[in-house]
């Protein structure tokens, strides 16, 4: 308790009089002005993107922000770069990896979280070291086998790679959603003769259920921006829009206005989703160290 | 009964599952052990299969473009990889890409969460706004700086400083690895700053109270209760930035390609470049490797240091 002395000792006067009001509110305001300018800031870039992919070709260079907005440029990246094809890998790849992961993940956590054995903890740690690998590491065995199984530049393969990236976050997750399941329940369901699959079925999917889909919003995010595989792996059949944006590195980048509208159409339905499973992301990416 | 979880920062956790309950169902107990193994197999193949394979890849002779050039190479690929004269400016520019990425995000993001702490009008939605950058795809994020913020000629960098009459500045070919640091750390710093905000709320209100009722600064505050607090949540924030930042490949393949030179090269765009624009597998495979090793280094040290300052905590 050496810091309880410390502050006594530190205190000129232990009855300090009241914080004047007018002080406070001249806090709180200064507070205000200083978090929302900060706010401004970061999220400016994305700010430009949303305005410029509304502005003309031309008009994009100039920083104005009075203009009269037009759709042209969403018009051209949907006519001229086969953008669909590059959003519809994408759709793929992040909900199939994500399905794949849950088929993997829910029978695992169902057994870790009910019938759980001296080994689960350890299994369980296990399973989030998996993901201290860094990439790189394993680029060329991946891209080789790749190669071998005719998984380069297929739907498929990244999606069996975005599975194994996702699925410790899966297991995780579920594994703590299935701990909040009181047992009382499913022994219920247990002594009304309920199978497993009834089990499963009518009693932990309607409890699990509002967790297990947040957590699916989070394995869809990191899916649909995951560039270090997408990028090395896939080039033209298969490859989602990160590696499409990715082709805008070339001169063609300066278009300024086709860019950001390719950009804006990319990202903003994702960020949706990832302010709606904040809460997923803080747990499932820390493997709950925090809280 | 219950389960003992240890989390990777060292904490260990009991939870209470509902495991009390009698297995009434006796086909389940025999099917038990199967519901796992699909998870448990495809993460071990994963673990051991690739890296096994870049261990073995990195001993022997191995080129894509020259078959016949077989047969175990002993540490001629270390050696050749040591060689290179993109060796320890990749090594370099990893050590400080991650340093600076680091710094930069945890001490913003710790600032960030104490202001945020405050009450203040609309502060939910300011706080959608600052966590928005880690939910842009990295190409977009890079692309978006690169082209339309850092451009000499054209970015809004460049027009203000112009319109008060300041020369442009090159970003990416004057200070190429300060640029990239900045993108990487916009792309991260929202990543701290929901971890270390999360953490800061459960903080003990009481505690803040009878410590600002005995008269302590805002300072003291801060570094003998905020500080202490956030130790735990800023080691995990250090931990998978971390993991993450050492594969940084995107960001640099759509911005500079390791370029001028090898200014921005790191080890991870120098793996890619060895093993997949000059097929050589094998010294390439040393570097992936190398990479490996790193990482652990580093997850040792930093599992070390938090539960030492764990230990301290206490």
New interface residues.
Partial sequence: MS?HS???A?????S?PLANVEDSRLK?WL??I???L???I??F??F??AI?AFKTEQGA?S?DLIFKPTLESFREVFARSNYKAYLLNSIYVSLGSTLLCFL??I??A???????TPK??G???W???????????????????FRTAGLLDSVWGLIFIY??LN??IA?WMTF?Y??E????I??AA??DGA??MG?LRDVLAPMSLPGISSTALLLI?LS??E??WS??LTSAKAAP???F??S??SPE??F?AK??AA?LL??AP??V???LS??Q??SG??????? | MSVEIQTPSGEVKTTHPAADLPPAVEEADSTLPFLQWPAVGSLFLWMIVPLGMTIYFSFIRYNLMNPELTGFAKADNFKYLWEDPAFFPAILNTVILLGSVLVITVVVGVLLAVLYDHRFFGRNVATLLVIAPFFVMPTVSALVWKNMILHPVYGLIALALHSVGLPAIDWFGDHPMFSVILIVSWEWMPFAFLILFTSIKSLDLEQQEAASIDGATGMQMFFRITLPHLSRAIGVVVMIETIFLLSIFAEIYTTTSGGPGTATTNLAYLVYSLGLQQFDIGIASAGGLLAVILANVVAFFLVRLLSNNLKAAR
Wanted: with cysteine.
């Fill in positions: 810091s410390f502050w006594y530190s205190s000129p006067t232990i300090k709180t507070i205000g200083a978090g929302w900060i706010a401004l970061v999220f870039p994305i430009w993107i410029t260079y920083p993997i993940a029978p695992a169902y057994r870790m979280a009910f019938f759980p689960t903890a299994t369980l740690v399973m989030m070291s998996t993901k201290m690998m860094p990439a790189v590491g394993v680029l060329l065995p991946v891209y080789l086998l599975t194994l699925l410790p297991v703590t299935f701990c399941v009181p047992g009382a499913l022994e247990r002594v199978s497993l089990e995010i649909w921006n560039a270090f990028i090395n829009l990160t590696v944006i990715a805008y590195s980048g300066l300024w860019l950001s950009s990319a990202v994702i960020m989703m990832g302010w904040q809460k992301l803080v990416l820390t493997f709950g160290a925090v809280k």
